[in-house]
């Protein structure tokens, strides 16, 4: 089926087990954060307006304290399962996130992950500081999004994989889309048609499947 010919992907709680940014915030920003994450879950402030304010709340942090933090990202049991079987069908797999680029490169380093495209917000670490850059904003996107996913698909159709609210507007227009977590419960609450997964090993059974 053409429509999984290409698959995008969410990162932050779909790849990785936990939300890799939301984690570093708890240990290493300023519990204001969570003010800002409350302001932009209620619609109040924009994704990327949030990411800055948030990105300022983190204090510094030493170059081994980053690399361990990094280190210790979990990915999903059955991620490097599924990079084997799209590889072995030709299916193309990016990586749309609103999270930090950073911490995917990292991480896809880590298990020898090559040739996928990364999309997500630039984290610029120096001298024990951070900040952001937002490379693939869009001045058009419907929910404002440092990283806009609606703007970066251009196929007619495509498969989306997500878990959350930064997943949205793409999923709602995918031709096929996995849920799981917030996503999921959203679909169902909308009635918006997706495949649940728990983890990538369901999702390799579907597109076996199909
Ligand atoms: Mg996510
Ligand atoms: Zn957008």
Redesign the pocket.
């Known amino acids: 089926m053409r429509v999984f010919n290409k698959i995008y992907c969410?990162?932050?709680?779909?790849i990785t087990k936990k939300?890799a940014v939301n984690t570093f915030f708890e240990m290493y920003a300023d519990p204001k954060w969570l003010e800002y994450e409350d302001l932009w879950v209620q619609g109040k402030i924009t994704s990327r307006e949030n990411a800055v304010k948030q990105v300022a709340l983190i204090r510094e942090v030493s170059q081994k304290e980053l690399d361990d933090y990094i280190d210790n990202i979990e990915i999903d049991d059955y991620f490097l399962e599924f990079i084997d079987y799209i590889k072995s069908k030709n299916i193309e797999f990016t990586i749309l996130?609103d999270?930090f680029d950073l911490f995917i490169n990292k991480t896809l380093e880590r298990f020898d992950i090559k040739n996928i495209s990364v999309y997500a917000n630039h984290l610029i670490y120096e001298n024990n500081k951070f900040r952001i850059e937002f490379p693939y904003y869009n001045d058009k996107c419907d929910i404002g999004a440092g990283m806009c996913k609606c703007g970066r698909i251009l196929e007619d159709k495509y498969c989306y994989i997500?878990?959350?609210t930064?997943?949205l507007c793409v999923a709602k227009k995918a031709d096929f889309l996995f849920a799981t977590k917030n996503l999921h419960k959203f679909c169902k609450a909308n009635l918006i048609k997706h495949s649940y997964f728990n983890s990538f090993r369901n999702i390799i059974e579907v597109l076996q499947s199909v």
């Open positions: 969410d990162f932050d709680g779909t939300d996130s999270g997500g878990d959350g930064s997943d």
